[in-house]
């Protein structure tokens, strides 16, 4: 396994152009590694979005590399999202950081912890790439190609659960976010 931080150092190594969405836990984490205009620090009010935003960032820009980071409660949150995904050919990598806790509530064990096959479950939606990565070496070693694609892609990543974190908050305020990624991409 690898922890929280070690698996988004390898992703900001190899994220090339993509814009990358954290959410969630992640969106604490990222700006350590990279905050600039390609960077789109989600936290929404309700979890399992991200997947959605990221398809309907792709969509409206073709030929746009978007990277979108869920946890596995979010994604439990709204599983039909990778059905969704599948339907299209956008170059949407979804990284699911497994760590089997709601890490930003108190660390509850989500439901299915240990049981749900998340690798499985996106190959059933219509996801042909997939990726699963259960230690850090293979994640560093697999992470270029993961994100070569140019198809829908998951990649599902074993962490270690942190307990004990607090609400994650934003570098900046989601209208600013909004102004600024929108700026990036000469959208008026």
């Not at 959410?23 to 990222?30: D, P």
């Not at 989600?42 to 946890?71: F, H, I, K, N, T």
């Not at 409660?73 to 709204?78: A, D, V």
């Amino acid at each position: 396994m690898m922890t929280h931080r070690e698996a988004l150092a390898v992703l900001a190594s190899h994220r090339a152009d993509a814009i990358v969405i954290p959410s969630m836990g992640s969106v604490g984490i990222w700006p350590e590694f990279s905050d600039t205009p390609r960077d789109f620090h989600y936290l929404p009010s309700s979890m399992g979005q991200v997947v959605a935003l990221a398809l309907g960032l792709a969509l409206s820009r073709p030929g746009l590399r978007v990277v979108a980071l869920s946890g596995d409660g979010s994604l439990l949150m709204n599983p039909g999202c990778l059905v969704t995904l599948g339907c299209h050919t956008a170059p949407v990598t979804v990284i699911l950081i497994e760590n089997g806790l709601y890490e930003v509530t108190g660390g509850q064990p989500p439901a299915g912890v240990g049981r749900v096959d998340f690798a499985g479950l996106a190959r059933a939606s219509g996801i042909e790439r997939v990726f699963a990565f259960d230690t850090l070496s293979e994640w560093e070693a697999g992470c270029r190609e993961a994100l070569a694609g140019d198809q829908p892609t998951f990649v599902r990543l074993a962490v270690i659960g942190e307990r004990g974190h607090l609400t994650p908050s934003a570098p900046r305020r989601m209208p600013e976010q909004i102004a600024r990624l929108r700026a990036e991409l000469g959208i008026n």
